[in-house]
Structure formats: structure tokens, C-alpha cells
């Protein structure tokens, strides 16, 4: 028995300095073959485009921006079980641990070869972990065998352990210098630091602040609290003097942008709030911000769209794709190319060079990062990422109101009530609260400068002792109140009113 458990124990540490080595190794190869074809990454990308929408949902929930990372470990844990089962099975018959290397690397490399743009050297990093960490397995495993003998001298076992220990470091190593020679592979912030944003001919009104309650929204959601949603596990790295953008499609001729042709054309400043289609009832997957762009509307008629085309199939660097409406892009909303976000250029997370921004629509239909392409079709002829996942295609951005504060326990007496509410593109003319089920009590609206940003509001409450329950309703500004009905956020947008719950003592 004692015997049994020191094999699985010494199979287990063979195994996973193995797959470690073949991890690192093949991380180092990424340098030349690029990020996407990381096998850990490919698999968890796969995992991204694979799993149920309820699972999505749920991840997004559960984990907010946290979701990456979150899947990326548990994607290596699991890579690392594996590879120590194979170390177990490899103690227990000589090469019986490398079946278990061949299917794990073997699937790695399929999942690489079919991302988005993949090349034939998709695969190499995979390969390479296939040798590395099958050379590996059988050289460790037959120094284990001989060290977990009767015979061998307590050196021996030090050397092993020493060995597959020194294996493990040298494979994370790899793998940190893979990361660095990555990033300084394509020097994105050196390229970002010289963007020279140029002056709107039309800037953003001015907002008067500090009327709202202390501890709700702020009109401009600070840029670490702006939300992150998207199945990019690494940011595209594009230089801005890379960048180019095709308008290609049912067009009467294809347009090809540079980054600094685009900064020549006249650029609009707006404030636009963004909402993602996957935030629930009361949730924080919105956020609002100054954006800088090109309207989008000239850009596409520069290129002559046909008649009866009415989707625009944007790409994005890394192969995602977005339908959006091509009448939502040419109605005379603010519908941009942005390059600036709150005065700045953009960051590399948020779409850094060139991003779109369109008003009024969820962002998995208009807000796409990276962008390089814009396809004119049509609905009836072409299909997204997120539609082809039964997302609906249309989605405008639903009324919604949120409770701020108080979050906790409160005094009995007056107390300030705030939030926020929002239908972009609409606008919010009325915010209502009430206590218990009670009567509906008219909020008071802070000015906003356009109908495409969230509106913040306040109500004074007498507040009594004991439990009660406030809720929240907005009216859109085409008089339309937002419904009490629930609905979960697929396919198009929750629903339903917030309510928060207050103890008053």
C-alpha cells in the first residue's frame, strides 16, 4: 500500500514537470507564431466560443472582469491533472503515461489551427510541447522507477526530486520570458504614448456635477470601473501605424483607412453611455464616458452602400464578429469610430486604435474593439459571433433604472436616495421610487447634455423603523415605462425593476 501510494505520489510530480516543461516550451515558440496559438490559450478560447449561453451568463455574473484569467488558470490546472495522470501511468508501465501527452497536445493544437486567421504555424507550439513534455515524461519516469527502488541511495532521490523541481522553474521561466518578448515584440504603448489626438470640430458638452448623492454613480464612470466584456483572452496588440480599416461588401467601392488618414477626417466628441447585453437587473455592466471619433455615417457613405443592404458585419483583429443595423449607423446618431476616450487615447483593453461606439444599441451589435473590417450585407445573408449563439440580432438597449444608495443599514429621518437610469438614445424624462409597494414618488432628474447618457437622480425618503423594500422605475423619453416584468438578460436584455432592501433602527 505505502509502496502504491509513493509511485502515484512520484508519477504525480512526473506528470505535472512534464506538462509544465511542455507548457513553458511551447509558450517560448509562441514568440515567433504569436499569442493566439498558446495551446492553454486556444483551448480556453475554445472553451469561450463551446460552452451554453447559460454558462456565459453565469461566468460574467459570477466573475465580472474576472472571467479571463478565472479560465485560463482553470484550463492549466486542468491541463496539469491530466499530465499527472500521465505521470502515474507512466510509472506503472514504461511509455504508458505518453497516450495521455499525444491526446492532450493533439487537442491543443486542433484547437489552435481553428481560431480565427490561424496559420499552419498554429500548431507548432503544440508540437512542441508534444516532444518536450513526452521526452520529458519517459526520462523522468525512468529515473523515478529507479529512484523509488530498494536499491537506490537517498542521492538519487535527491537528484530526482531536484531534477523535476528545476524542470518546473525552468518552465515557468519560459513562459514569463515568452510574456515579455511577446509584449516588446509589438511595442503597443510606445505607439499609443505618440497618438496626438487631434480637437473635435464639435466637442462634448459640458456636465455639471456634484449635485448627486455622496456614495451613487457618477456621471463619468471612472476608467478602472468601466466594465469589460468580451471573449478576447489577451488584448489585441495593434500599433496605431499598422492599423488599417477596409469597408468592403455591398458598396459601390472598397475604402481602406489608415490610423492617420482616419485622424484627418473631422472628429465629434460625445459623452455616450455603453451597456452590456449580459448585465441583469440592477447590475454594474454599464458605464459612461467622453468618447473622440469619426462619424461613422460619412465614412460608410464615402463608400456608396447599396440599396437594400442593411447590416454592417464589423471584424475585429482577433475574428470576432458584430452585426449591427445599417440604419442605426446612418440616422444621424452619434454612431463613431472612436480613437479618444475620456481625453485620451484609447486604452489598449477598451479597442486601442480604433473601437466603434453607436448609441442605443447593446454592445455585442455595435461596440466593436479592434476593429479593422466593415462588411455592408445583410441580415439574410450573413450572421455574428453572438446571433449565431442565439443572441437576437436586434438589440436595442432596454429602459433601466438602478438603486444606489443606501446600500446599508440607515438611521430613521430623511435619508438620500440615488441612482442612476438610462435609454440611450431615448433619453429618461421621469425616475420614480417607492417604499413597500406604496404609492409612486417622482424622483428629481440631473441634467444630462444628451439623450444618449445615463441619467442620475435623487429622492429624499422620511425613512421609519424597521424593513422595508425600495424600488425603482424610468420612462423613456418617448413616454414608454420601463416594465415590471423579469426576464433574464438572453436573448436581447433584461428586464424588471430594482429593488434594494433597507433596514432602518
Not at 112 to 123: K, L, S, W
Not at 378 to 399: I, N
Not at 469 to 480: I, K, S
Request: with cysteine.
Amino acid at each position: 500500500m505505502a509502496g502504491r501510494r509513493r509511485r502515484a505520489g512520484l508519477g504525480t510530480l512526473v506528470g505535472i514537470a512534464a506538462g509544465a516543461a511542455g507548457v513553458g516550451a511551447a509558450q517560448l515558440v509562441t514568440v515567433l507564431t504569436g499569442p493566439s496559438s498558446s495551446p492553454v490559450l486556444s483551448v480556453a478560447s475554445t472553451v469561450v466560443d463551446s460552452v451554453p449561453l447559460g454558462v456565459k451568463d453565469w461566468a460574467v455574473r459570477t466573475l465580472g472582469t474576472d472571467d479571463k484569467p478565472v479560465l485560463v488558470v482553470s484550463v492549466l490546472v486542468v491541463v496539469l491533472l491530466l499530465a499527472a495522470l500521465g505521470g502515474i501511468r507512466e510509472l506503472g508501465h514504461r511509455r504508458g503515461g505518453l497516450p495521455v501527452v499525444v491526446v492532450l497536445c493533439l487537442a491543443a493544437a486542433l484547437a489552435a489551427i481553428n481560431r480565427p486567421g490561424a496559420g499552419a504555424g498554429a500548431v507548432l507550439p503544440s508540437l512542441v510541447a508534444l516532444v518536450v513534455s513526452g521526452w520529458l515524461l519517459v526520462v523522468l519516469g525512468d529515473r523515478a522507477r529507479w529512484s523509488g527502488t530498494a536499491e537506490a541511495e537517498s542521492a538519487d532521490r535527491r537528484r530526482f526530486l531536484a531534477l523535476s523541481g528545476s524542470t518546473v522553474l525552468a518552465a515557468a521561466a519560459g513562459a514569463g520570458v515568452a510574456r515579455v518578448a511577446t509584449l516588446s515584440r509589438v511595442d503597443v504603448t510606445s505607439s499609443r504614448d505618440a497618438v496626438r489626438l487631434p480637437a473635435p470640430v464639435s466637442p462634448a458638452a459640458s456636465v455639471s456635477t456634484g449635485r448627486g448623492v455622496a456614495g451613487a454613480t457618477p456621471f463619468q464612470t471612472p476608467l478602472g470601473d468601466f466594465y469589460r466584456v468580451d471573449t478576447a483572452l489577451f488584448a489585441p496588440r495593434i500599433r496605431a501605424e499598422d492599423w488599417k480599416l477596409r469597408i468592403t461588401g455591398e458598396v459601390d467601392h472598397e475604402v481602406t483607412l489608415t490610423f492617420a488618414e482616419l485622424l484627418h477626417r473631422p472628429m465629434i466628441e460625445r459623452w455616450v453611455t455603453l451597456a452590456c447585453v449580459s448585465n441583469e437587473v440592477g447590475g454594474d455592466l454599464v458605464g459612461n464616458a467622453r468618447w473622440l471619433g469619426a462619424p461613422l455615417a460619412d465614412i460608410l457613405r464615402s463608400a456608396g452602400p447599396h440599396e437594400g443592404a442593411d447590416m454592417v458585419l464589423s471584424r475585429s483583429h482577433d475574428g470576432m464578429t458584430i452585426g449591427t443595423p445599417l440604419a442605426a449607423l446612418l440616422d444621424g446618431r452619434d454612431a463613431m469610430l472612436a480613437v479618444g476616450m475620456d481625453g485620451a487615447p484609447l486604452p489598449v483593453e477598451r479597442g486601442f486604435p480604433v473601437r466603434m461606439v453607436v448609441p442605443g444599441l447593446y454592445g455585442y451589435v455595435s461596440a466593436t474593439k479592434w476593429v479593422v473590417e466593415l462588411e455592408v450585407t445583410r441580415f439574410s445573408r450573413a450572421t455574428a459571433y453572438w446571433s449565431d449563439r442565439g443572441w437576437a440580432e436586434q438589440a436595442p438597449v432596454k429602459t433601466a433604472s438602478r438603486i444606489d444608495v443606501p446600500r446599508d443599514d440607515v438611521r430613521a429621518g430623511r435619508v438620500a436616495v440615488g441612482g442612476v437610469a438610462w435609454a440611450q438614445h431615448r433619453g429618461v424624462s421621469k425616475v420614480e421610487v417607492r417604499v413597500d409597494g406604496g404609492a409612486w414618488q417622482q424622483a428629481e432628474l440631473l441634467p444630462v447634455p444628451s439623450v444618449d447618457t445615463w441619467r442620475q437622480w435623487t429622492w429624499e425618503w422620511d425613512a421609519t423603523s424597521g424593513s422595508h423594500v425600495l424600488e425603482v422605475r424610468a420612462t423613456d423619453g418617448t413616454g414608454v415605462t420601463q416594465t415590471s416584468r423579469p426576464a433574464d438578460p438572453a436573448p436581447d436584455g433584461a428586464t424588471g425593476w430594482h429593488s434594494r432592501q433597507v433596514h432602518v433602527h
